[in-house]
T-cell receptor, first 112, second 113 residues
Framework: SQQGEEDPQALSIQEGENATMNCSYK?????LQWYRQNSGRGLVHLILIRSNEREKHSGRLRVTLDTSKKSSSLLITASRAADTASYFC????????????FGAGTRLFVKA | EADIYQTPRYLVIGTGKKITLECSQT?????MYWYQQDPGMELHLIHY???????EKGDLSSESTVSRIRTEHFPLTLESARPSHTSQYLC????????????FGEGSWLTVV
């Protein structure tokens, strides 16, 4: 498996529900980031969690990091139709130059 | 809002033509990247640069070339486009500090017919 694998590949929920996406990785990281991509656009940085942090919040986003399991989750609470997008985790490695590896992404569909 | 700009946003060209995708950033970032992404698929790093006169090939082999003569400018060139080059090309940059947060342009959609 690749560094930065996400699941599920796709997720369809109703507006108001919570959405949870997971990311697993293989090697030691400096930090892990989540990005959002609207259809046909570039990626936008959402949140960064460092390897010595376990949980971080930003508005309706909650990110957790478990370095012992090499996994992270992104929770979007009270989802809205406008949250429909692809979400990518990116692992920043502990190498010179901070190499960043993106996962394949989770496609979230929020139905109004 | 990220200060990184790509032109053109959309381009349809014939097979065999030479094209250059432009990318500029005004954040003074040392690192710049080009990713290739097919619709709904993952990103593939094809080129990166850690500073002026520094360019490296990424994880995915690409027939394109890049140059980095100025910090703010990182153009990508295809000498002879083929239908297999049809894809979205995303330019990005990152600075020192901030955990290597990467800022993306809006992308250039290339269709080769």
């Amino acid at each position: 498996s690749q560094q930065g694998e996400e699941d599920p590949q796709a997720l369809s929920i109703q507006e108001g529900e919570n959405a949870t996406m997971n990311c697993s990785y293989k090697t030691s990281i400096n930090n892990l980031q989540w990005y959002r991509q609207n259809s046909g656009r570039g990626l936008v940085h959402l949140i960064l969690i460092r390897s010595n942090e376990r949980e971080k919040h930003s508005g309706r986003l909650r990110v957790t990091l478990d370095t012992s399991k090499k996994s992270s989750s992104l929770l979007i609470t009270a989802s809205r139709a406008a949250d429909t997008a692809s979400y990518f985790c990116a692992t920043v490695l502990n190498t010179g130059g901070f190499k960043t590896i993106f996962g394949a992404g989770t496609r979230l569909f929020v139905k109004a | 809002e990220a200060d990184i700009y790509q032109t053109p946003r959309y381009l349809v060209i014939g097979t065999g033509k030479k094209i250059t995708l432009e990318c500029s950033q005004t954040m003074g970032h040392d690192k710049m990247y080009w990713y290739q992404q097919d619709p709904g698929m993952e990103l593939h790093l094809i080129h990166y640069s850690y500073g002026v006169n520094s360019t490296e090939k990424g994880d995915l082999s690409s027939e394109s070339t890049v140059s980095r003569i100025r910090t703010e400018h990182f153009p990508l060139t295809l000498e002879s486009a083929r239908p297999s080059h049809t894809s979205q090309y995303l330019c990005a940059s990152s600075g020192t500090g901030s955990g290597n947060t990467i800022y993306f342009g809006e992308g250039s959609w290339l269709t080769v017919v």
